[in-house]
């Protein structure tokens, strides 16, 4: 996130996106987007927030994904951004070709082609702990 990038309070992100804020908390839970904080703990999206935030509204209202789906998706987007960037950096005409394709790739997930990401996605993990007494244990 570069310094004079402008960051979006919850109410505004969730304007943009046309997604209520419980959405977007939502999202965060899942480790879809980590907004940053201020010091009196206000969520601020920036504009690489967004077009994360865009990209799993596609996925889930227009190809019906379900969150684990996204979050496969997001993880490929990362990947495939990636191999573009490593390819183009090598300066040969036909590695442009494959990373033009991999753009194409990425509109299909509903992507911007043309991001950069400075992150890859957080995985969300739960674990669960259950206690059980020494009576209840299996042998």
Request: proline fraction near 5%; glycine fraction near 8%; charged fraction near 30%.
């Amino acid at each position: 996130m570069q310094e004079s990038e402008p960051l979006y309070v919850i109410s505004v992100a969730s304007r943009l996106l046309q997604l209520h804020p419980q959405t977007l908390r939502k999202y965060e839970r899942e480790g879809f987007v980590a907004p940053s904080r201020t010091s009196g703990n206000l969520r601020l999206y920036s504009g690489e927030d967004i077009e994360r935030l865009k990209q799993v509204k596609y996925l889930v209202e227009e190809q019906g994904i379900n969150l684990a789906g996204v979050q496969m998706a997001l993880q490929l987007t990362h990947e495939i951004r990636g191999l573009q960037d490593e390819l183009r950096s090598r300066e040969r005409g036909d590695y442009d070709a494959i990373a033009t394709a991999l753009g194409g790739l990425l509109e299909l997930m509903g992507a911007s082609p043309d991001v950069e990401e400075s992150r890859p996605p957080r995985v969300a993990v739960e674990v669960r702990v259950s206690k059980r007494s020494r009576n209840q244990e299996r042998p």
